[in-house]
């Protein structure tokens, strides 16, 4: 049975980058190797509508921090059978964003924090009820908030079709993301979690060490 590998972070910390920077040294060790990101746009109606939502196209849905939840949730639930056959045939199978995301983003949204009902709320709905695969690591990009969203901007500029959803426009929303996030980790919710302070200071030997002697 393969490792389920999560990379979690807000918009711009980073995930793309780290994931590319794995999958190819876990290949230069002979591993085989997959990867997902959430929301599955293009891939799946729940996460089509939340890009909808985001964008102001569902009036007032995206009031309904519960609504939006349940939204990503069933995205994720819709990918279940498919990430257990990837790690049924694979050694590592990396994930960008997971349950974690939904929690951060949606207590955030409250103004709750890791240890509050709502981030209590989604681990019953996607880990207990969905069933969902746990994660055998999860990997939290920790950067500044202004940083991570100065890189969300450029990307913005660079991909034709990308604006910018109504999440990452909110810095104070990213920043209290963040807050939640370091929470998550720290109480090794939803099982462990190793927090990198940016990718340019990766200990990538040091990650597949751990990653491979579990």
Request: charge should be negative.
């Amino acid at each position: 049975m393969g490792k389920l590998v999560v990379i979690e972070g807000l918009d711009g910390s980073g995930k793309r980058t780290l994931a590319g920077v794995l999958t190819r040294q876990l290949v230069e060790r002979g591993a085989r190797v997959t990867s997902r990101a959430f929301p599955r746009y293009g891939e799946s109606v729940h996460a089509d509508l939340v890009r909808e939502a985001l964008h102001g196209r569902l009036g007032d849905l995206t009031d309904s921090v519960y609504a939006m939840a349940v939204l990503y949730a069933l995205d994720r639930q819709g990918a279940a059978t498919a990430i257990r056959a990837d790690l049924a045939t694979h050694d590592v199978v990396l994930l960008d964003r997971y349950v974690a995301s939904n929690a951060a983003y949606g207590a955030a949204r409250l103004h709750e924090d890791a240890g509050g009902r709502f981030v209590e709320w989604v681990r019953a709905l996607e880990a207990d009820r969905f069933g969902l695969p746990s994660p055998d690591l999860q990997l939290l990009l920790r950067v500044p908030t202004a940083v991570a969203a100065d890189r969300a901007a450029r990307r913005e500029q660079t991909e034709a079709d990308r604006a910018r959803d109504l999440y990452e426009a909110d810095r104070d929303l990213q920043q209290r993301c963040a807050e939640v996030y370091d929470g998550l980790a720290t109480s090794g919710w939803l099982g462990p979690w190793e927090v990198l302070d940016d990718t340019s200071d990766v200990k990538i030997s040091a990650l597949l060490d751990r990653l491979f002697c579990r």
